[in-house]
């Protein structure tokens, strides 16, 4: 991002005069294309930029430009008829979910954008869904109208089955698709389907519902004026008793106009919306028990803030955006972060316009902002001026596990460091990212959504960083373990000159139950091995323990007693009895059945309903087994099964075949199982010849 701008701006309008506003819905539905055309309604940009030219507000990432997708949240805010709105733009593809839920987390409405051309997509219904459990108010608007061969008609149903009766539209499209005609105020007109009368009683009638006086006059009038309704809205809103579409063309700027009237004079203001699901933990629970905590939107009030992302910024450092939920930001406040006693000064306080930083005094309840050059801001932080609010946080989201894994080593050696420092910051910005390094495979490795988001990372190293990398895929953390029950023996003799070496152990290995992990025995009598070098001997048998025998991998569930040995007065050392134990394991290891154990894990498979069978059928030929299945949101099903881990490199990529790239999935650790016999001797194979090399 470039460096801020020069100019200062005042805050402007009051708490009233806010709106907060998120863009979703699926990658192509034209929520960019929408926002530019919002800007240009409201007057805050002269031309309306394009996709295709690499020249919109909201995506100004040069990887962004490239590709012609969103894959990052941008924020803008446009200034309409004493309006101040706040808007989000958020990437549509579900690999980059991760960027698009946390922006549920700052505004007052969804506005969930669908294309008329491919009709309800799984994303939509992931967001509809997000969004209802976060209480916040939906706008439901069907881009893209002037296609040709639409069923609009067909599509408004397929809403209310998917989301209920309560999805009524504000307006219809007329002149096939050139423009639309409002439904809420007027009572008449030609529209390319429907009624716009019939459309108006229906909107009247669900919105009195909430209010018994406005139905009693309802029933006795006929009909209410609708700018008596604003109340009875709001609350309509707010409960999800109404989900009001509309129709636009970004394009063309069909319905614009009227989208922007409808974001003035029905969406709500900070204090007319839900409030934000913040929880307030006991400092005395020993459960970690919380209780709701009602934040208010009173500018008088101290402060409450969100941190709903995190930015690393060339020239600023790290940038939070957040959410003022309670009080006054200005700069130069003192602010503490969670549960931190020392508190922090704001230098500047930003309102982001895309990619560009404009700097202002103050921030209200409802204003989206961002501070910058605090190191320790993370995502999900609560910022807040009273010490006594150091317990409060903000409901999680539910985010998908990252499962699609990469192993990331530095082109050039040395690098280790470096790579690890970038990585975590890249990390830092996407809940939806893992960073972890392996003990047991000594890799590396980075964790995300899918092959998409994997490949964005590599694209800034890359890019952003210039930073060269090789990748593979991780290893798979096998196990070793025994079957039976031996024993092992080995004396270590070592004479060269002087002071030798000597140490001599016997000890058995005995199978437990899987998960059980390890048991060390000390089963010595008369003195044969002296206690000071008991701790040697386990010492080594643990380090056989590590690397393991017959495959390279730890060995783990089996009891080692050690019942037997020999020592020398002079020559006895405790290097020598930590040889003797690691051996005498490696000896007894090999005598009793070893197996290589694999990971299984619990696989669930979001999928649209008619690519079940395909999966099914896949996850049969990965050695796996189904367990279930479940519905989820109309049309999609939940297959629920266990698989071996090794089974599943690169599955996403099968998923997106199968699922027409709206397959999803989550893995979780079940249990350790032995490998099929012929996987066990490929993988001693390559250990032994691993052996043979060195």
């Known amino acids: 991002m470039p460096s801020p701008s020069s100019h200062s701006e005042e805050s402007g309008p009051g708490l009233a005069a806010i709106r907060t506003l998120a863009l979703v819905g699926p990658a192509g539905a034209g929520k960019t294309t929408l926002l530019e055309a919002l800007l240009l309604q409201a007057g805050s940009i002269a031309q309306a930029g394009s ?136 009572i008449s007109g030609v529209a390319d389907f429907s009624s716009v009368g019939i459309a108006h009683q229906a909107l009247v009638e669900q919105v009195v519902e909430v209010d018994a006086a406005f139905v009693e006059r309802y029933l006795n009038e006929g009909d209410v004026d609708p700018r008596e309704l604003h109340a009875p809205l709001e609350q309509a809103l707010r409960e999800g008793h109404l989900i009001p579409v509309c129709f ?269 992990g390890f048991e060390f025995i000390d089963a010595v009598r008369g003195g044969t091995i002296p206690g000071q070098y008991m701790p040697a001997v386990e010492k080594g048998v643990r380090s056989a323990l590590d690397s393991g025998v017959v495959a390279g991998y730890s060995l783990v569930d089996l009891r080692v007693t050690v019942f037997d040995g020999k020592h020398h007065a002079v020559d006895s050392k405790e290097i020598a009895f930590v040889t003797a134990g690691r051996r005498a394991l490696i000896a007894a290891v090999r005598e009793a059945s070893p197996l290589v154990l694999e990971p299984v894990v619990q696989i669930q498979i979001s999928s649209p309903a008619a690519a079940v069978g395909d999966i099914t059928g896949d996850l049969a030929a990965r050695r796996g087994q189904v367990n279930g299945t479940s519905t989820a949101v109309p049309g999609t099903l939940i297959v629920q099964g266990l698989a071996p881990l090794a089974e599943l490199s690169n599955y996403q990529t099968r998923l997106n075949a199968m699922t027409s790239g709206q397959g999803r999935y989550t893995l979780l650790l079940s249990h350790y199982d032995a490998v099929p016999p012929n996987t066990q001797s490929q993988l001693m194979a390559a250990y032994k010849a691993g052996e043979d090399v060195d």
Not at 303 to 315: E, I, Q, R
């Open 51 to 186: 996709i295709e030219r690499g020249n919109t507000v909201s995506d100004f990432d040069p990887l962004e430009r490239k590709l012609q997708h969103s894959l990052h949240t941008a924020l803008v805010h446009l200034a309409h008829a004493g309006l101040r709105i706040h808007a989000i733009d958020t990437p549509g593809a579900a690999d980059f979910i991760g960027q698009s839920l946390p922006a549920l987390e700052a505004v007052d409405t969804a506005v969930v954008v669908i294309n008329a051309q491919n009709g309800l997509e799984l994303m939509a219904s992931k967001m509809m869904e997000t969004a209802a459990q976060r209480g916040l108010c939906r706008l439901i608007v069907i881009n893209k109208i002037d296609a040709a061969e639409l069923d609009l008609p067909g599509l408004l149903a397929q809403l209310r089955e998917a989301f209920g009766r309560e999805c009524l539209p504000l307006n219809l499209p007329a002149d096939g698709g050139r423009r639309v005609l409002d439904c809420f105020h007027n």
């Open 248 to 516: 636009t063309s970004a394009r063309s700027g069909a319905g614009v106009a009227e989208l922007l009237d409808v974001i003035e004079r029905l969406l709500p203001n900070p204090a007319e919306g839900n409030p934000p699901q913040f929880l307030r933990a006991s400092a005395s629970a020993e459960n970690g028990a919380a209780e709701p905590l009602q934040a208010k939107p009173d500018p008088a009030a101290h402060v409450l803030a969100h941190v709903f992302k995190v930015v690393s910024d060339p020239y600023l450092g790290k940038l939070g955006v957040l959410r003022v939920h309670q009080g006054t930001l200005t700069r130069n406040s003192q602010l503490f972060m969670d549960k931190s006693r020392k508190p922090f000064r704001v230098g500047h306080l930003f309102m982001l316009q895309g990619n560009k930083h404009i700097e202002v005094e103050r921030a209200l309840p409802g204003d989206l902002c961002a501070i910058a050059k605090v190191d320790e801001l993370h995502y999900d932080a609560v910022l807040h001026d009273a010490p006594e609010d150091e317990h409060i946080f903000l409901r999680p989201l539910d985010f998908p596990v990252p499962v699609h894994g990469l192993a990331i080593s530095p082109a050039r050696h040395g690098d280790e460091q470096r790579l690890w420092e970038i990585l975590g910051r890249l990390v830092d910005e996407d809940p939806c990212l893992k960073l972890e390094r392996s003990g047991q495979t000594h890799e590396t490795v980075v964790y995300g959504l899918g092959e998409l988001h994997l490949r964005m990372l590599l694209e800034r190293l890359h890019d952003s960083y210039k930073f060269e990398v090789l990748t593979q895929p991780p290893r798979v953390a096998y196990r070793e373990t025994i079957a039976a029950r031996a024993e092992g023996h080995y004396r270590h003799k070592k004479q060269s000159g002087g002071a030798g070496q000597f140490g001599e152990v016997y000890l058995r290995v005995e199978p437990l139950a899987r998960g059980a």
